[in-house]
């Protein structure tokens, strides 16, 4: 494979900082680059994706599938051969545990509505 048929692709975050850009063949699947981000993923950011699993990746307003390869999710148009694509990389928070206790307020509620009509 020559030199010119490498793709360079950066990856926008949510904090609108950019990692890379990084050279991958064509035929590297959407579920590599999302290994390589949580590899390269900026350790002083607070919010990091624990897997590959917790990532999407946005190219032209599409998520892009794992299966599919850089070169099936290349824009036809717009994109110039040498230049470097963007792609967001978003990252799914972590749902946090759901509290078992629930607090209750014994206290009896004194519903009082009022209305005005001026």
């Known amino acids: ?5 490498f793709v360079e692709i950066k990856f926008r975050l949510f904090d609108g ?3 890379g850009p990084f050279r991958y063949s064509p ?3 959407v579920a590599m680059l999302k290994e390589r981000i949580v590899a390269e993923w900026p350790r002083d950011k607070k919010l990091a994706p624990k897997s590959a699993s917790y990532v999407k990746l946005i190219n032209a307003g599409k998520i892009l599938e794992n ?7 290349r824009m036809p148009f717009g994109e110039l051969p040498k230049g470097v694509i963007t792609m967001h990389a978003v990252v799914q928070p972590s749902l946090a545990k759901p509290k078992t206790e629930k607090k209750v307020d014994e206290t009896p509620k ?3 509505c009022s209305c005005s009509i001026l």
């Open 1 to 5: 494979m020559s030199e010119e048929d």
């Open 17 to 19: 900082s950019d990692m």
């Open 27 to 29: 035929a590297s699947t």
């Open 67 to 73: 299966n599919k390869t850089v070169a099936q999710c």
């Open 110 to 112: 004194n519903s009082m």
